[in-house]
């Protein structure tokens, strides 16, 4: 086509110019195609526009111009006519050559797309409104639960039951809160605070909600006790069967005495340091109960309780420890709410060793005239904090005989390979003893005068 051609010619001409070659291409025009569009080819369309300009700029344009007419066997003004359509299609257009990129690309977007928002909103203006402020929510969600978990309320009021967050908030946010200061300044929720629990005692595992008298000090107890036995970690392995070969039944049933007793005494250790450490919900999920101390006082934390809250949802509860008492067969850990709180009262946890078993104990107490709990969110609270203790304790106790059994058979099987290179050692001594022997005797019954070779002397004669 003509409009390839010229493209060709330009191209041509350029190196012609250049003095880089003096190679020409030529090629007819087509004579049939006088009033032909242009074709809309962006390459093409720049190429025209440098041919033009490189001809104005030329020291003799109109020279230039007849030599490119010729070459392609144009005349003169069937060039000029074809430069100055395309300068007029460019005109109508500008778009045409201008360069796409990303930035402009994402400018027209968003401009059209703030002009169909701008319609919209005067079309339905109560719509847009609403779907604006519903974005603005859920950007803000986004952005809040990941850190805080959305809390809505911080304190007890005639509105609200307690600090609340709707979504579960992370361990970060719950210490930053337990560490603040402005806790150390407020009151305790309970003035007379209970010191003796010997009252709540219970016979059996399980909860209870005690019945109150009237005129009783407490306006709401609920217990809840488990009872570990040392009897499920007694294996096969731990005594093994090779310390307890030779041993009669006596001695047998003595020795797995010993090894209840020692492990008693290992699960009291773990449950009591459990206590120490403020470890209260170390296998609770974190859906469920949660317990988190302030890392600088360790006097302060927060209790996070579903279903506490405003709404049914998570409830903060801050407390304090008001007492802490460990000794070689009881642990206590009692934690007091803080005033204006979920609740107003008390948490009380008990550890002690209690005929050949170790026994946790929860209770939860509110004074009389305090804020109480519904009975359910009583009941589990002390079963989540029952439960975790000795979850934890059990999980500890089983790790640590894991390890001692582990050691103690990687000793066993270690002095048991000894012995038997040892044995070896000394078997083949034997035999090597018996066979020089042997060949001694051998020796002697061949050789009459074995045994019995004096020297002459000679050799320490002089030669000379």
Excluded at 70 to 88: A, C, D, G
Excluded at 274 to 300: D, G, I, W, Y
Excluded at 405 to 415: A, I, L, T, V
């Amino acid at each position: 086509m003509m409009t390839i051609a010229l493209c060709r010619t330009f191209i041509l001409f350029l190196l012609f110019t250049a003095a880089a070659s003096e190679e020409q291409i030529k090629w007819t025009a087509n004579e049939d195609a006088e009033n032909v569009a242009l074709p809309l080819s962006l390459k093409q369309r720049r190429q025209l526009l440098q041919l033009q300009e490189a001809i104005q700029t030329s020291p003799n344009p109109n020279e230039t111009l007849q030599q490119v007419a010729q070459s392609n066997n144009m005349q003169p003004e069937e060039l000029v006519h074809m430069l100055e359509k395309n300068n007029r299609d460019l005109e109508l257009n500008p778009s045409l050559v201008e360069t796409v990129s990303i930035p402009k690309v994402v400018f027209k977007a968003f401009a059209s797309l703030s002009i169909l928002v701008s319609q919209f909103a005067k079309t339905h203006p109560n719509m847009f409104g609403l779907t604006t402020a519903t974005l603005i929510l859920m950007l803000y969600a986004a952005i809040i639960v990941p850190r805080t978990g959305l809390q809505i309320s911080s304190n007890r009021s005639l509105l609200s039951k307690g600090p609340t967050t709707l979504f579960s908030p992370p361990k970060q946010h719950l210490e930053r809160l337990a560490d603040s200061p402005k806790f150390d300044k407020r009151s305790l929720s309970v003035h007379a605070m209970k010191t003796k629990w010997d009252d709540l005692f219970l016979n059996e595992d399980g909860v209870r909600i005690h019945k109150l008298p009237r005129k009783s000090e407490l306006a709401q107890a609920v217990s809840c006790q488990v009872s570990i036995l040392p009897d499920s970690f007694v294996t096969e392995e731990f005594p093994s069967e090779e310390s307890e070969e030779g041993m009669n039944k006596e001695e047998k049933d003595e020795n797995e005495e010993q090894h209840k007793t020692e492990i008693l005494e290992l699960l009291f250790e773990n449950a009591a340091n459990l206590l120490s450490n403020r470890q209260l919900t170390e296998f609770s999920s974190e859906k469920v109960l949660r317990a988190v101390f302030s890392p600088n006082q360790s006097k302060h934390g927060i209790l996070v309780v579903p279903s506490l809250g405003d709404f049914g949802r998570y409830g903060l509860v801050y407390y304090k420890v008001t007492h802490q008492l460990e000794s070689h067969r009881d642990a206590t850990l009692t934690l007091t709410a803080l005033k204006r709180m979920g609740f107003d009262g008390q948490v009380h946890c008990h550890i002690r060793k209690y005929q050949n078993k170790v026994v946790v104990t929860v209770h939860f107490i509110v004074r009389s005239r305090g804020r109480k709990l519904p009975k359910s969110l009583a009941t589990f609270l002390v079963t989540g904090l029952a439960n975790s203790l000795s979850t934890s304790s059990t999980q500890r106790t089983e790790q640590t005989l894991a390890r001692q059994s582990q050691g103690k058979r990687y000793k066993s099987s270690s002095h048991r390979y000894a012995t038997e290179r040892r044995a070896l050692k000394l078997n083949r001594e034997k035999k090597l003893e018996e066979m020089a022997e042997d060949r001694r005797r051998k020796w002697q019954r061949s050789n009459p005068n074995s045994g019995r070779y004096q020297p002459t002397g000679d050799r320490q004669r002089s030669p000379n």
